[in-house]
Structure formats: structure tokens, C-alpha cells
């Protein structure tokens, strides 16, 4: 029962992340629950018993089976104890110095536990923080051209919460079935949506933009500044339109999973370092395969390389034939090189000639969007001591605006 | 808008940053009372921690199933499993098989005909018709 002093009066003594929260008073009398990711403080022996609480109380140990079933996530003295976590931390090479407390936090997402000194809300932030972060400086630095759409494409295939989904499920990593604090923490704990329910995915109704209500085109600089990281608009709580829409009380397998990943970035971050973190996503999320070629969706291309080129003041491009074959037969291939002066900016083949000609201009645009400076550098490798001064790279334009 | 952003995942190559073992579980059956589990009994007590040890990324479960022959299931990332029966067999002969589930990728068998497959473009190119010389025949 010392630990329950120790709640009562340490308030000044422990630091923030120790101290529990007015929830914790709350559960204080239901089921006790002296959980941290921190190490357990030491109690001091010479503690006075200043208060009137009785030295027997109803309280159940935190060990007891029977708190466990009250508790909404697991205890945390049971990470030690569980083999599936003990595998997931070591089929990941998480660092040693990330211990398996941490790595069952991450696998409670907020919707099983909604204390936050338990789940990963905040590992999560942290980490989506970070992996936005070093993928748009890795995207930007590397292809300083690209448009800003195509830009907000990679940026989702990247670290978008489909991908980060299916790096849950590339980890091995299962569901439980239902939250619980007797549940193996090696599980990654959520609370599922309820079957029928509404998720209404894609139409946000009440954001962040201001004049929201006047549905105003919405432009890719207005996306830049107020929308998220992905080009989405962000929703606003406060704000709901006026209609009567509950909160869902769950979360699907889908953000559930994304917040996990988040949160593993954040707790290598504090627990291993800038270093770590940063060879995490490098091993994990740049490695991945993706082809910005396959990104670009032009509607007018012979338009925007005409506009691209009096920007660039080239000379204005000139579709020419470069070779034809069976115009007059059921299947004519004809190969169109687009022309710049002297110089061929793009070909294409196609059965048609404006086919073709439309297939030269994507190639030409594609080879001026994707162009790569060779040894580029981020921002972000300046960070450690001994690293060479940062000297601004090339970043462009960007896309025309026609 | 002149362009406009097709969104997509990127395609995980295991190996080529991290490498995440396919085998993620692996059960092992026994019977403390048929003779076919004799040498399981034996491999469980002598070569399992040292294996467990050597495999930290895989979560080993030993359970008893009486009245059966010993078995071996794997399970993998793709959430399909394996399992061998592993009856009357030795322990070195177990432990072989068990190496055989942890170094398996958890997909159906097939047969391999070309000697390198790959999702990136050919650094060649594809042959054109329409460049180059004119053939005469």
C-alpha cells in the first residue's frame, strides 16, 4: 500500500512522465494501476504513512489476475513475460537499448486505452513527425522538380497509412481480438468500429481551412498551406456543421496499424537516438519500391511542355515524326519525337498521331520533373557533430501553372 | 490542375534494407507417451533452447498433444503455415526439419524458371523496330 502513498503525495517529487494522471485517481479505488514505461521508482523505506488510509485495503495487488481483467490495456510488468513481443522486437533488430515496455506501449493505440500514459498517442505523433519529416526532405532534395500533387502522392506512398498498414502486417504483427489488460501484450490492442458503421471516408465535412463552408475550389497552394502532409484536409473537432455526428468510438485495423508503425519510429527516436531513428526509416521506408514515373496523371501535356518550355525560355517545342509504319493498315504505329530547336525533349509511340505526340510530351515532362542531382544531401544529416556544413541544394519551380 | 498525383504503396522488398524473417511462429507437438515422439521429447529437452537462442525472432510454442505423432508448424508472415509430421524421427533429423520451416518464406512451392527475377525496368531497354538501320532481307 505504499504505492498508493507514493500517488498521493509525490506529485512534486516525480517527474511529469511518472506522475499518473486524474484518471489514475479516478481508477485508484476499482483497481490500482501503477504502470510506466519508466522503471519502477524505488520506494523509499523511511516513507511516512501520513494518512488515514487503513493498512488493509480493498485494493487487489497489480499482479492479480483479477485486476487484470479491469485494467484496458496490459500491465506492463507482463511485456517482460510475453514471447510474442519478445520475437516482434527481435525479427525488427529494434536497439537493445529500446526496451520491451516501450515496444508493448506502441501496440496499444488509444482507442484501447484511452489514458495517455499507456497508449501510443504520443509515441505516435512523435513518430509521424519524424517520418513526414525525413520523407519529404528525401523526396525534395532528391527530385527538386517534382510538382507538388506528384509530390503529395509519394509522400502518402511512402508513409501513408496504407503502407504503413501493410508494414504492420509485413511485420508479423496481429490484432487481439478485443482490448484487455489480460490480453498478450505482443497484439496490437485497438477497439474495432462497430459493424455498419459510417466511416465516411474521403468527405470531411468541417476542416481546418477557413471560409470551409463557401466550398471553394480548392487550389494545390491553399493545399500546400492548410491541409495535411498527404494533400487531405484536416478535420477539425471543434467545428461539425451544425449535424448531430457522434465520434466513432473505435478506430479501423488501418489507423490502427499506421499509429503503431508512428509509434515505433517515435520510440526508437527517444529511447536510441537521432542515429537509430534515422537508419530505421532508411532500412525500412526508403527501401521500399516505388516508381515516381507512375505518379504523373497529365490531362493536357502538349499544353503544359508549350508553357514549360516559354517558361524555361526554350524555344517552343515541335512535334516531328520519326518513324511510321502501316498508316493506312488497322494497326499504324507512328514514333513522335518532340523537338526543341535542336534538341529532342521527348518521344513517344503511339496508333495515332496525336496519340503519340500527347506520349512524346509526358516523356518530355517526365524527364524535366524527374531530373535527380547526383550526391544529394538532406537536411537532417547535418544534425550530428562531425558532419560537413550544409551547403542549400537546388530546389526548382516546381510544376507549370497554366 | 496541369498534374495531378496518383496514389499508390510502395512495394516492400524484403532484404533489400531490413530483412524481416517470413517465419514468425513455430509449434511444437509432442506426446510424453507414444514411442513416435521419442526423439521430439529428446529434441525439445536438448537442442530446443539452443535453437530458441539462435532464433530470437521467432516466437516458439511447445505444446503436448497426446495420442498424436510430434509436430511442426510454422507460421508465417503471409499468414500461411507449415507443418511436418516428425514421427520416429531423430533429433538431428528434427532439427533439420526445423530449420527447413524457419528458412522457408511461407509461400506455396514453385518452380523457378528464369534465373533472376526483378520489379526493376531492364537497364537495356526493350527492343524497338522502328529504331535504328533499316534491315534489308
Known sequence: ?402 | MPVQGIRTVAAARNGVGAFILPCKRMDFHYCDWAGSSRGMVSFLKSALPSFAKANPQIEIRVSPRPHKHPVIKGHYINGREKAICVRNLEPEQIFKKANLLKEASGEKLKRTKKPVTSINDSVRGIWSPYHGDIKTV
Not at chain 1, 537499448?97 to 489514458?115: F, G, I, K, M, Q
Not at chain 1, 459493424?195 to 471560409?211: S, W
Not at chain 1, 468510438?249 to 529511447?271: C, D, W
Not at chain 1, 516531328?320 to 519525337?337: D, L, N
Request: contains cysteine; hydrophobic residues 35%.
Open chain 1, 1 to 402: 500500500m505504499k504505492r498508493l502513498q507514493l500517488q498521493r503525495w509525490s506529485s512534486s517529487v516525480l517527474s511529469p512522465r511518472v506522475r499518473t494522471g486524474s484518471r489514475l485517481q479516478h481508477h485508484l479505488y476499482t483497481g490500482l494501476r501503477c504502470q510506466s514505461t519508466f522503471s519502477p521508482v524505488p520506494q523509499a523505506e523511511n516513507e511516512p504513512l501520513t494518512h488515514e488510509q487503513p493498512p488493509v485495503s480493498p485494493i487487489p495487488s497489480p499482479n492479480s489476475q483479477k485486476s487484470k481483467y479491469t485494467l484496458p490495456s496490459p500491465p506492463v510488468e507482463a511485456a517482460r513475460e510475453s514471447a510474442k513481443l519478445a520475437a516482434l522486437h527481435a525479427r525488427l533488430y529494434l536497439p537493445s537499448r529500446l526496451p520491451l515496455e516501450t515496444l508493448a506501449r506502441s501496440l496499444v493505440d488509444a482507442s484501447a486505452d484511452p489514458n495517455s500514459n499507456f497508449n501510443n498517442a504520443s509515441l505516435a505523433t512523435l513518430g509521424h513527425d519524424l517520418l513526414t519529416y525525413y520523407t519529404s526532405e528525401h523526396l525534395i532534395c532528391t527530385y527538386p522538380r517534382l510538382p507538388m500533387a506528384v509530390v503529395f502522392a509519394a509522400m502518402y506512398a511512402y508513409v501513408g497509412p496504407k503502407t504503413l498498414a501493410a508494414m504492420t502486417r509485413e511485420w508479423g504483427v496481429e490484432h487481439a481480438a478485443t482490448p484487455g489488460g489480460e490480453v498478450d501484450p505482443g497484439f496490437l490492442q485497438f477497439k474495432r468500429i462497430d459493424p455498419g458503421t459510417e466511416i465516411g471516408e474521403g468527405q470531411v465535412n468541417g476542416t481546418t481551412r477557413p471560409n470551409d463552408h463557401r466550398r471553394w475550389r480548392v487550389s494545390m497552394s491553399s493545399r500546400v498551406v492548410y491541409d495535411n502532409e498527404f494533400g487531405e484536409p484536416v478535420q477539425d473537432p471543434t467545428k461539425n456543421d451544425g449535424l448531430p455526428r457522434p465520434l466513432p468510438q473505435g478506430v479501423t485495423a488501418e489507423q490502427a496499424s499506421a499509429n503503431f508503425v508512428r509509434a515505433v519510429m517515435g520510440s526508437i527516436y527517444l529511447h536510441a537516438g537521432r542515429p537509430a531513428a534515422k537508419r530505421f526509416f532508411e532500412q525500412h521506408f526508403l527501401s521500399r519500391h516505388l516508381s515516381l514515373t507512375e505518379l504523373f496523371d497529365f490531362s493536357q501535356p502538349a499544353r503544359d511542355l508549350s508553357r514549360l518550355c516559354a517558361r524555361e525560355s526554350f524555344e517552343p517545342p515541335v512535334a516531328k515524326i520519326i518513324s511510321e509504319t502501316g498508316r493506312k493498315s488497322r494497326h499504324p504505329v507512328f514514333v513522335v519525337g518532340i523537338y526543341s530547336g535542336e534538341d529532342k525533349l521527348g518521344e513517344g509511340a503511339g496508333a495515332s498521331l496525336l496519340e503519340a505526340r500527347s506520349r512524346a510530351a509526358v516523356a518530355a515532362l517526365k524527364g524535366w520533373y524527374l531530373y535527380s542531382p547526383l550526391n544529394v544531401r538532406v537536411p537532417s544529416s547535418t544534425e550530428e557533430e562531425s558532419s560537413a556544413p550544409w551547403k542549400p541544394v537546388h530546389v526548382d519551380l516546381g510544376e507549370v501553372i497554366v
